[in-house]
T-cell receptor, first 111, second 114 residues
Framework: GIQVEQSPPDLILQEGANSTLRCNFS?????LQWFHQNPWGQLINLFY???GTKQNGRLSATTVATERYSLLYISSSQTTDSGVYFC?????????????FGQGTILTVHP | DSGVTQTPKHLITATGQRVTLRCSPR?????VYWYQQSLDQGLQFLIQ???????AKGNILERFSAQQFPDLHSELNLSSLELGDSALYFC?????????????FGPGTRLTVL
């Protein structure tokens, strides 16, 4: 099946810093989503972005499908941004509907 | 709030027991998905239903089963529980299986098997 690798595994920032999280995937995808898992365990949708660029406030994401990677940008980070960021992909065919998750990036933002 | 609801939020039970987790999808969504999040396996897809029919299966154990009812809510049944079944179980829903669509996740049910 499709492989999803996220980097870095851990990231520690001071409040106000910017960061870039990367997601590499091993096959073409029909669906790519970024999630934030907060300290209470809830998975919050950030972006549905199988290709192109989207922005939502301080967050933006870019997926270059032909090169099989996606980037999540966090600007002016806040302590509430702490948590685990997951990239998940769906590769279609027999994998239709199945999201395959990366291992996540653990982000810690210090005040 | 994603619009997907799951009950109960927490469940503590003993090995060998059987439990049922319940999920209500977002209004109008026809597809329901179940995922398991454990420390050693990460987040894994278990099973998908669309409008009452099973559509895709992932790494779901034979001790586990699911169904989707006519009102579109879904239940995940876990039986002969083992310590290793302790995990966070998520339900997700999306609008239409015919096109790729955003999956929205519920708050999860945290299962602890003692």
């Amino acid at each position: 099946g499709i492989q999803v690798e996220q980097s870095p595994p851990d990231l520690i920032l001071q409040e106000g810093a910017n960061s870039t999280l990367r997601c590499n995937f091993s096959d073409s995808v029909n669906n790519l989503q970024w999630f934030h898992q907060n300290p209470w365990g809830q998975l919050i949708n950030l972006f549905y972005i199988p290709s192109g660029t989207k922005q939502n406030g301080r967050l933006s994401a870019t997926t270059v499908a032909t090169e099989r990677y996606s980037l999540l940008y966090i600007s002016s980070s806040q302590t509430t941004d702490s948590g685990v960021y997951f990239c998940a992909v769906e590769s279609g065919g027999t994998s239709y509907g199945k999201l395959t998750f990366g291992q996540g990036t653990i982000l810690t933002v210090h005040p | 709030d994603s619009g997907v609801t799951q009950t109960p939020k927490h469940l503590i039970t003993a090995t060998g027991q059987r439990v049922t987790l319940r999920c209500s999808p977002r209004s109008g969504d026809l597809s329901v998905y179940w995922y398991q999040q454990s420390l050693d396996q990460g987040l894994q897809f278990l099973i998908q239903y669309y409008n009452g029919e099973e559509r895709a299966k992932g790494n779901i154990l034979e001790r586990f089963s699911a169904q989707q009812f006519p009102d579109l809510h879904s239940e995940l049944n876990l039986s002969s529980l083992e310590l290793g079944d302790s995990a966070l179980y998520f339900c997700a829903s999306s609008a239409d299986r015919r096109v790729t669509d955003t999956q929205y996740f519920g708050p999860g049910t945290r299962l602890t098997v003692l």
